[in-house]
């Protein structure tokens, strides 16, 4: 006897092929430990955190649930149907126990894989980070909280986390500063896919300068890409990073001047002789040079160190802040030639190069809407492993985006695999 069904087989959507995506998936190397708890396949538990980012679980806890409730995850995800799934403590220890180079193996063989395959080009890169917030108490204003921004202490939630500072423009030209106990997810992309090419993640108080070149260097060495232009914000504008870029790499540097290292001191040079803001010729006090090997020529006050105005006048007549409490002002004229004369400030071209610098937020938002600034775990180990799991997920759907002939799908993190990937 024939019996209807309460839904119409033609209303059912047809099921997501998580396993098209996974056969692309590279395998994490290691061997499996004959020791403790029964051992789960480490790309078993990498495609489970891959999917609880593009189902958007905030919790490892909601994960195991979901898991559990839906066994026809099991089969695509190299799990037993009749098994329990993994816990949330299993997947916690995962990211804490395995150290980062583990996934940034896989990382990597999916940038070779979308370059080698023509998605990624590498002639224009960006860089800038994300801040990666801590679950701690500290970072939850409501909370009463002594000496909640010492950056001398340690936090009792997670002891690797550091104090760091994040700048936020809410309207044109009006900055606002928020500090956080946490992380730093510090990446370079490639301007024209938008996908990411490097990334590590740090404490929060690491200075982005350093960490920076060392991302440069580390990606030029590695991967042997065409670069010709690298992008970045005022503050990256330091010597040696521009040195890398237009020497090493032979690009060009589109990174806007940093008004910071600019002199706050008004000066005039008139006929061979430097002129303070009072227009009285400064002291010269000789040749200085740093340990980057730049040599400045140093002008002090003449009131201070010069005999011929020494004692004629009471105060500075310009009304310099310094007059009193440091001798006046100084002034230091370099004389080794600065790597930015190389830089055409100003050209359309530069402009042009550094707007697609924005190309870099792209980025962060689509790794931001897989949680990555909402790490469930403790540590640096485990935030970094997070991190990178992201970058993973990532790189991964652009890799079966292109590979299914979607090449226009390729940054559709969070709706390629429901809307593209079925049956």
């Known amino acids: 006897m024939y019996q209807q069904c309460l839904i119409p087989p033609e209303s059912i959507p047809p099921r997501v092929k998580h396993d098209k995506l996974f056969e692309n998936l590279p395998e994490i190397p290691g061997k499996r430990s004959q020791h403790g708890r029964p051992p789960i396949s480490k790309d078993s538990l990498l495609k489970g955190l891959i999917y609880r980012n593009l189902r958007g679980i905030d919790k490892l806890v909601e994960l195991e649930f979901e898991l559990l409730n839906n066994p026809s995850m099991a089969e695509p995800l190299g799990l037993d149907p009749l098994k329990k799934p993994p816990s949330d403590e299993r997947f916690s220890e995962f990211l804490r126990s395995n150290p980062n180079g583990y996934f940034q193996i896989v990382r990597k063989s999916l940038i070779e894989e979308l370059i080698n395959e023509d998605v990624i080009s590498g002639t224009g890169i960006g860089f800038d980070s994300c801040p990666i917030e801590a679950t701690v108490k500290e970072n939850n204003l409501k909370a009463s909280i002594k000496d909640r921004y010492d950056k001398n202490r340690l936090v009792s939630g997670d002891k690797d986390a550091r104090l760091g ?39 929060a108080n690491k200075s982005e300068k350093p960490v920076g070149l060392s991302m440069l260097k580390e990606l030029h060495q590695h991967f042997l890409l065409p670069i010709e232009v690298v992008a970045g914000d005022a503050s990256y504008d330091v010597e040696d990073i521009l040195k890398y870029i237009i020497e090493q790499m032979k690009a060009e540097a589109m990174i806007p001047r940093n008004p910071g290292n600019t002199q706050n001191t008004p000066y005039t040079v008139k006929k061979e002789k430097v002129y303070c803001q009072a227009d009285l010729p400064m002291y010269r006090k000789g040749k200085m040079t740093n340990n980057k090997g730049v040599t400045y020529c140093k002008y002090s006050c003449p009131l201070h160190w010069s005999k011929e105005f020494r004692g004629s006048y009471l105060l500075c007549p310009a009304g310099h802040p310094k007059f009193l409490t440091q001798k006046g002002c100084n002034v230091l004229i370099r004389l080794t030639p600065s790597v930015r004369e190389k830089i055409n400030y100003g050209t359309k071209r530069f402009k042009d190069v550094y707007n697609q610098r924005t190309s870099v937020e792209r980025v962060f938002s689509r790794l931001l809407s897989i949680s990555m600034q909402k790490p469930t775990v403790k540590g640096l180990r485990a935030v970094r492993n997070h991190c990178t799991i992201a970058h993973i997920t990532v790189l991964l759907v652009a890799l079966t985006a292109h590979r299914m002939g979607c090449e226009d799908k390729i940054r559709f993190v969070k709706s390629f695999v429901p809307n593209f990937l079925t049956s």
């Open 165 to 203: 500072v994040s700048i936020h423009f809410p309207t044109p030209f009006k900055k606002e500063i928020h500090y956080f106990w946490g992380y730093r997810n510090h990446i370079i992309n490639d301007l024209k896919s938008g996908l990411p090419l490097w990334e590590i993640t740090l404490q």
